[in-house]
Every structure is written in C-alpha cells, then in structure tokens.
C-alpha cells in the first residue's frame, strides 16, 4: 500500500487510517472482517471498503483535478 493514496478518512471524524487498520477493528465480527466494510479505529463509524473500481475512480479523478 501506499501511504498517502490508500488512507481512508473517516467522514465523521476526519481520522485517516489504512484498510488494515479498519479491518482490525472488526475483531468481535462473526465474519472476522469479510463483510466489506471498514470502521474507524478512533470512532467506530463504517464505511464500505474500497473496491479496485473504487480506487482506480480515485486516481483518475484526482489526476484530472490536479
């Protein structure tokens, strides 16, 4: 992973973390962090995880941006 390109930042509180980081978080998950989503390691709030269409649409629309 890279640093800056796959940081998730919350939306309600602004932290950015990795998706490893919001995966951890699912420890008491039945599903153990299959289930696509991500949740903040500061307030808990989640998020679908990214998909590679996803990303891809993130970097594209930010070079066009730049």
């Known amino acids: 992973m890279t640093a800056t390109e796959d940081l998730i930042t919350c ?13 951890a978080c699912h420890v008491d998950c039945p599903l153990r962090g299959n289930c696509g ?14 998909t590679r269409l996803t990303r891809w649409l993130a970097r594209w629309l930010g070079r066009r941006a730049a």
């Open 11 to 23: 939306s309600v509180c602004g932290t950015r973390y990795t998706e490893d980081e919001g995966r």
């Open 37 to 50: 989503h991500l949740s903040c390691p500061y307030c808990a709030h989640e998020v679908p995880a990214p």
